[in-house]
């Protein structure tokens, strides 16, 4: 590439580290073709002993959609006896997952950490989450989940955060909410997330804002956003917005400012509550979104 060659002019002898580098620079910029003449380059001169720059290269060819170079490395690694690592079995999991091939992605799963002697780590079930439920596979999804629950750790926060937020955009808000409650151990459960862990203001916000949408904002929304709060987790005031309106949100004042109430409790938040009730609004039915 131009950029070794100028380093080899000026005297400078590049090794692993600055070439690895430039290999994911050119990644990043969507050069896939020249990162992978520099990756040759380090192969011809024996710099490729494990999966580190074979991870950059797949991943650069997974963002911009080179599946062809793609599978040509994988092919390389195979060949290569390339030892594939949790990192590499993330990045192969949102690959298939781009391809529409879901089957691909559990099949890897399936197999290469067996062959490999590794565990799949909570962060390449978290990718196989968003790959289901981004082809659509929502109960596959839920068992991936279940598979993480069994292990009797508790849940992190970021995989119940891409549930959640994957679930919205597919419109799927019934069980976006029953996520919430679940993760939480709102309406008398036990909580699943680890010890310290609550989800994502974000992702609350994004389901706040599809309850409104629905028309669900403040039979759904508040009573889930109160639920939350009184649990102490953390909830922007957006959230309140989105469910309740820029005008009926600023008439409370600083009650949702930070998720966190304030005043002496005389702040309408009782009025608001009593009306819930006589309209039903604190039932824990489940609700069905049409």
Same mark, same amino acid.
């Given at each position: 590439?131009?950029?070794?060659?100028?380093?080899?002019?000026?005297?400078?002898?590049?090794?692993?580290?600055?070439?690895?580098?430039?290999?994911?620079?050119?990644?990043?910029?969507?050069?896939?073709?020249?990162?992978?003449?520099?990756?040759?380059?380090?192969?011809?001169?024996?710099?490729?002993?494990?999966?580190?720059?074979?991870?950059?290269?797949?991943?650069?060819?997974?963002?911009?959609?080179?599946?062809?170079?793609?599978? !040509?490395?994988?092919?390389?690694?195979?060949?290569?006896?390339?030892?594939?690592?949790?990192?590499?079995?993330?990045?192969?999991?949102?690959?298939?997952?781009?391809?529409?091939?879901?089957?691909?992605?559990?099949?890897?799963?399936?197999?290469?950490?067996?062959?490999? =002697?590794?565990?799949?780590?909570?962060? %390449?079930?978290?990718?196989?989450?968003?790959?289901?439920?981004?082809?659509?596979?929502?109960?596959?999804?839920?068992?991936?989940?279940?598979?993480?629950? @069994?292990?009797?750790? =508790?849940?992190?926060? @970021?995989?119940?955060?891409?549930?959640?937020?994957?679930?919205?955009?597919?419109?799927?808000?019934?069980?976006?909410?029953?996520?919430? %409650?679940?993760?939480?151990?709102?309406?008398?459960?036990?909580?699943?997330?680890?010890?310290?862990?609550?989800?994502?203001?974000?992702?609350?916000?994004?389901?706040?804002?599809?309850?409104?949408?629905?028309?669900? =904002?403040?039979?759904?929304?508040?009573?889930?956003?109160?639920?939350?709060?009184?649990?102490?987790?953390?909830?922007? !005031?957006?959230?309140?917005?989105?469910?309740?309106?820029?005008?009926?949100?600023?008439?409370?004042?600083?009650?949702?400012?930070?998720?966190?109430?304030?005043?002496?409790?005389?702040?309408?938040?009782?009025?608001?509550?009593?009306?819930?009730?006589?309209? =039903?609004?604190?039932?824990?039915?489940?609700?069905? !979104? !049409?």
């Amino acid at each position: 590439s131009e950029i070794v060659s100028q380093m080899e002019q000026d005297g400078v002898k590049p090794d692993v580290i600055s070439l690895s580098t430039i290999v994911k620079g050119y990644c990043i910029k969507g050069d896939v073709e020249a990162a992978f003449r520099v990756f040759r380059e380090m192969q011809n001169n024996g710099m490729v002993k494990d999966s580190i720059v074979y991870n950059t290269l797949l991943d650069g060819c997974t963002r911009n959609n080179r599946f062809d170079m793609a599978d !040509s490395l994988l092919e390389d690694m195979e060949a290569n006896h390339i030892r594939p690592t949790n990192f590499t079995m993330g990045i192969l999991v949102k690959m298939w997952g781009r391809r529409r091939q879901l089957d691909k992605a559990f099949e890897a799963l399936a197999t290469l950490p067996t062959k490999h =002697g590794f565990v799949p780590n909570t962060q %390449v079930k978290t990718c196989l989450i968003s790959a289901c439920i981004n082809n659509g596979a929502v109960e596959e999804a839920f068992e991936v989940l279940d598979s993480i629950k @069994k292990a009797g750790y =508790g849940v992190e926060a @970021k995989v119940y955060s891409a549930m959640v937020n994957g679930l919205v955009r597919q419109g799927e808000l019934d069980k976006a909410v029953a996520l919430l %409650v679940e993760a939480h151990g709102l309406r008398g459960g036990r909580p699943q997330l680890a010890p310290g862990g609550w989800i994502e203001a974000d992702a609350i916000e994004k389901l706040a804002h599809g309850l409104a949408q629905r028309g669900l =904002g403040e039979k759904v929304g508040v009573p889930l956003l109160d639920q939350l709060r009184a649990a102490k987790v953390p909830i922007s !005031s957006r959230a309140y917005t989105s469910v309740l309106g820029p005008c009926r949100s600023s008439q409370n004042g600083d009650r949702y400012e930070n998720g966190v109430g304030k005043g002496n409790g005389n702040d309408g938040s009782e009025r608001r509550d009593s009306e819930a009730r006589n309209n =039903g609004r604190r039932s824990s039915r489940p609700f069905r !979104s !049409s």
